[in-house]
């Protein structure tokens, strides 16, 4: 185990301190800041995933090479007396057992205690999947090799987020590789009777009918029903939103929708669930070509797809490649697109249930060259008044990324 850096505090806070709270437009219904560049030799660049909130209502996410270790590491954003800066309490290199190149944010346990992906080394060269905790303050830290990835048996390539259901299981998704050649869904489960951890391959795609290569995160209801998106195939060759029946002995797939047209093509960045039992995601093209936010209601027979947005791109943003994030209740939606928008650098937007039942859109913020191009999803505060969100471009431009705030409007 690696000592545990200390805490660094932000070197470059020069954005976020000269132009505090600043949104660049009337149009916007919030305001938006850089608050940390990430540093290389520190904690890693570019940051991949976007972040989790931890609880104590901190961003927690990774970067995916770089570091002192050289292959990514996990960072924890933290406010100081003098500002924004990372805790890092655990960087990945070449010669780690759990392997390098996390791509996902980490899914939060409680209690300092989070599960992870890496997307390159360990048993079989395809990253692994991992169990951390750590003891701020300390350089005390403690990592568990949970399962290695098969890219031939099982899949490669994990780049979307853990979900849980609740009930001590984990779901995610491989992109790539399997026994379909196209990307497969897991499940992995704790067993508190023995404290052992199981594997277990869902459905692995082919690239037909069933769809291709999901890429994004996955949504749970109460009933063990896992959903999620395909970034292609399906009857179209546009991908769509599929779901499995995860509480069964031998786990039931069906495709819900086959996407085609104008209502949006590749899914990449999966789905969230409502308290109502709705799922939101987003995707490429669309009636402007600029990608979409649809609803699926998936019913007992036929699921109803609605799209609720077309980006117009020069005016609210285009790829919205990210994940939505909902509030507690469900009526409130956000989301970011990683360009475009009304000053070229992308957006961060909403979607507000009203009264009556439709979906109101609106620009929370938008961004400029730098930073620029929001990726991977947003974690929102435990108040719901804040968001939290990594970039690609840094504030001063660079490649290395940044982490953003937006404060939402009250």
């Known amino acids: ?13 020069a954005f976020a301190l000269a132009l505090p709270g600043v949104s660049a437009f009337a ?28 609880e104590f ?31 890092v309490p655990f960087t990945f290199g070449a010669d780690d057992a ?18 992870g992906t890496t997307s390159a080394g360990a048993g ?14 300390h350089l005390w830290a403690t990592r568990q090799v949970l399962h290695n990835f098969d890219p031939v048996n099982e899949g490669s390539m994990p780049t979307s987020n853990l979900v849980g259901d609740g009930h001590h299981n984990f779901y995610g998704t491989l992109s790539d590789g399997g026994p379909g050649g196209a990307g497969s869904v897991y499940e992995i489960a704790f067993h508190p009777d023995d404290f052992t951890w199981h594997f277990r391959l869902l459905h692995a795609f082919t690239g037909g009918a069933d769809g291709g290569h999901p890429s994004g995160q996955v949504a749970v209801d109460r009933d063990g029903v896992v959903y999620g998106t395909a970034r292609d195939g399906g009857a179209a060759g546009a991908g769509g939103v599929w779901r499995i029946a995860a509480h069964r002995a031998m786990p039931k797939f069906r495709m819900l929708v086959d996407l085609q047209g104008d ?39 036929q699921a109803e797809y609605t799209v609720l947005h077309p980006f117009k791109g020069p005016v609210d943003g285009s790829h919205p490649g990210a994940p939505l994030v909902a509030s507690r209740d469900g009526t409130h939606l956000y989301g970011s697109t990683a360009s475009d928008g009304l000053a070229g650098g992308g957006t961060v937007f909403a979607l507000d249930l009203q009264p009556e039942g439709g979906w109101t859109f609106s620009t929370v913020y938008s961004l400029g060259a730098r930073p620029a191009m929001p990726r991977g999803a947003l974690g929102l505060s435990r108040d719901g008044t804040t968001l939290y969100g990594v970039t690609a471009v840094s504030s001063t431009g660079q490649a290395s990324g940044s982490l953003i705030q937006v404060q939402l409007p009250r």
């Open 27 to 54: 149009q916007d219904t919030g305001t938006g800041a850089s608050l940390y560049d990430f540093q290389a030799s520190h904690d890693g660049s570019p940051p991949s995933g976007g972040v989790s909130m931890n």
């Open 263 to 301: 209502m949006g093509a590749s899914p990449s960045a999966g789905l969230v669930r409502t308290p109502a039992g709705e799922l939101f995601g987003t995707a490429e093209g669309g009636p402007n070509g600029d990608g979409v936010v649809f609803r699926v209601r998936p019913g007992a027979g």
């Open 124 to 137: 079989h060269g395809a990253g692994s999947l991992w169990r951390f905790h750590y003891i701020e303050g």
């Open 57 to 87: 209502d901190q961003p927690v996410g990774v970067t995916s090479a770089d570091g002192p270790a050289g292959g990514g590491a996990i960072f924890v954003a933290t406010h100081y007396p003098g500002g924004w800066g990372s805790y």
């Open 1 to 13: 185990m690696p000592a545990l850096p200390r805490p660094v505090r932000a070197a470059a806070l």
């Open 98 to 115: 759990s392997g390098d190149t996390p791509l996902a944010a980490p899914f939060a346990l409680g209690g300092r205690t989070w599960l």
